[in-house]
């Protein structure tokens, strides 16, 4: 098993500028989540995932965007990159929500300039 | 929401017994308390989980009041390497979705 994977590991985008971080799980979870860690700060929830065709926003989702058509991956997207949105993105899927551990990827270091 | 409380930063020597209290007052029935590790550039690890009274692995142990309204992480005769931090999470049911929300974090630092 990879486990989680995400691409790519670093990006740098210019403000305005689109792009799309992906993410997969080959352990065949249910939930799935994106996290963004600012500098010095700990991990905010953005979308998840409880299965396929069904996500819901987290703690802080504008700008972002995703959809979850398979199990197995879930894109989070960025419609208009703003520095602000500089940031490490984690995905991170888990079998069931509340009962079972969490297992993240490695992360994207993102910059927008 | 079931948001937690935790120390922002703790102090520790090499050898000695930590432990690390989270606050989750709105903590639901069927919520878990889980917690976390994470090293600077990596995503963060799983330490511990648990429901109510103790839960203890290799790595450490947790314990949990019978309110369940806190939670505390016990790391025995922490090293250089448990310089760290410790995030605590517990399920989130606001909108009828479960939801895992980290909190704050513990930063803990462990001196030689």
């Known amino acids: 098993n990879a486990g989680v994977t995400q691409t790519p590991k670093f990006q740098v985008l210019k403000t305005g500028q689109s792009m799309t971080l992906q993410c997969a799980q080959d352990?065949?979870?249910?939930?799935m989540s994106w996290y963004r860690q600012d500098p010095g700060m700990g991990l905010r929830l953005i979308h998840y995932?409880?299965?396929?065709?069904?996500?819901d926003q987290g703690e802080v989702p504008n700008g972002y965007n995703v959809s979850r058509s398979t199990t197995e991956d879930f894109p989070l997207r960025l419609l208009s990159a703003a520095p602000s949105q500089t940031s490490v993105y984690f995905c991170?899927?888990?079998?069931?929500?509340?009962?079972?551990?969490?297992?993240f990827g490695p992360g994207t270091r993102l910059t927008v300039l | 929401l079931a948001k937690t409380t935790q120390p922002i930063s703790m102090d520790s020597y090499e050898g000695q017994e930590v432990n690390i209290t989270c606050s989750h007052n709105?903590?639901?029935?069927?919520?878990?308390i889980t917690w976390y590790q994470q090293f600077p550039s990596q995503g963060p690890r799983f330490i511990i989980q648990?429901?109510?009274t103790k839960v203890t692995n290799e790595v450490a142990s947790l314990f949990i009041p019978a309110d369940r309204k806190s939670s505390t992480l016990s790391l025995p005769r922490v090293s250089l390497s448990d310089t760290a931090v410790y995030y605590c999470?517990?399920?989130?049911?606001?909108?009828?979705?479960?939801?895992?929300?980290f909190g704050t974090g513990t930063r803990l630092l462990v001196s030689p």
């Open positions: 352990m065949n979870h249910e939930y």
């Open positions: 995932s409880v299965g396929a065709g069904i996500t």
């Open positions: 709105n903590i639901a029935t069927n919520d878990y």
């Open positions: 999470l517990v399920g989130d049911t606001g909108t009828g979705f479960q939801k895992l929300v």
């Open positions: 648990g429901y109510k």
């Open positions: 991170a899927s888990s079998t069931r929500v509340g009962e079972d551990t969490q297992y």
